[in-house]
């Protein structure tokens, strides 16, 4: 009995821990870089109520950040925690030029664009947008699949992800010490570094096209965390 009570205790003891380190709300502060050329901001948001959470990330850029389609651009992902699944339930997308949303339903997804008649995806597995599986990426380590349906510029691709331990990267004269996860679409080599000195915040992004430095996306500010 003793035993049991014991094992218990230490099972809770980790649950509280783990929930612990789950980022939950946060406001930080990128700067973004087109071919290592300051070109713009962006903000990262998140914001949790029991199990909805709302993710968004805005950029405001100049003429460089143009040249990467990334002069404005928003996009709002809002979830669903369902026996720690993170389950996509609606996206909204809106740039210079285009705006619409996406309504998704397990490994279904309808896309809605005004004037326009609606486009139904589906596959085998749970599909995420951009902006969800960023939050699942942070919030799931180490218990991370190699493969992830994504809906991107309305169409599913299949990210398949490297996943690196103990990875380091220094921003502005300081040191981040987490962990790294890449997939390649197309001749892009795409990079995210997460903070475990920050509840595993993403800190940082770049996008390698050829061997080359295309986009680098650095943070600079939190402006707070929890």
Same mark, same amino acid.
């Given at each position: 009995?003793?035993?049991?009570?014991?094992?218990?205790?230490?099972?809770?003891?980790?649950?509280?821990?783990?929930?612990?380190?789950?980022?939950?709300?946060?406001?930080?502060?990128?700067?973004?870089?087109?071919?290592?050329?300051?070109?713009?901001?962006?903000?990262?948001?998140?914001?949790?109520?029991?199990?909805?959470?709302?993710?968004?990330?805005?950029?405001?850029?100049?003429?460089?950040?143009?040249?990467?389609?990334?002069?404005?651009?928003?996009? !709002?992902?809002?979830?669903?925690?369902?026996?720690?699944?993170?389950?996509?339930?609606?996206?909204?997308?809106?740039?210079?030029?285009?705006?619409?949303?996406?309504?998704?339903?397990?490994?279904?997804?309808?896309?809605?664009?005004?004037?326009?008649?609606?486009?139904?995806?589906?596959?085998?597995?749970?599909?995420?947008?951009? !902006?969800?599986?960023?939050?699942?990426?942070?919030?799931?380590?180490?218990?991370?699949?190699?493969?992830?349906?994504?809906?991107?510029?309305?169409?599913?691709?299949?990210?398949?992800?490297?996943?690196?331990?103990?990875?380091? !990267?220094?921003?502005?004269?300081?040191?981040?010490?987490?962990?790294?996860?890449?997939?390649?679409?197309?001749?892009?080599?795409?990079?995210?570094?997460?903070?475990?000195?920050?509840?595993?915040?993403?800190?940082?992004?770049?996008?390698?096209?050829?061997?080359?430095?295309?986009?680098?996306?650095?943070?600079?500010?939190?402006?707070?965390?929890?």
């Amino acid at each position: 009995m003793k035993k049991l009570i014991i094992i218990a205790l230490v099972f809770l003891c980790q649950n509280s821990l783990s929930n612990e380190n789950i980022i939950k709300n946060v406001e930080a502060k990128y700067i973004f870089y087109y071919k290592n050329m300051e070109a713009g901001k962006m903000t990262l948001k998140i914001n949790t109520e029991n199990n909805k959470i709302k993710i968004s990330t805005v950029y405001d850029g100049n003429f460089l950040a143009e040249l990467a389609n990334r002069g404005y651009r928003e996009e !709002i992902s809002h979830v669903e925690i369902n026996q720690n699944i993170i389950l996509p339930k609606k996206y909204m997308y809106k740039d210079g030029e285009e705006s619409y949303q996406a309504i998704f339903n397990a490994n279904k997804v309808e896309i809605i664009k005004k004037n326009t008649e609606p486009i139904n995806l589906n596959t085998n597995e749970i599909i995420y947008d951009p !902006i969800s599986l960023l939050l699942l990426l942070m919030r799931t380590y180490p218990n991370f699949d190699t493969k992830y349906n994504v809906l991107s510029k309305k169409n599913i691709k299949i990210y398949n992800y490297n996943f690196k331990e103990n990875a380091s !990267i220094k921003i502005n004269k300081l040191q981040y010490h987490g962990y790294s996860a890449e997939y390649i679409s197309g001749n892009k080599k795409n990079i995210f570094f997460f903070s475990k000195e920050h509840k595993n915040l993403m800190v940082s992004t770049r996008i390698m096209k050829k061997g080359k430095e295309k986009i680098r996306i650095d943070l600079s500010e939190i402006k707070f965390l929890n």
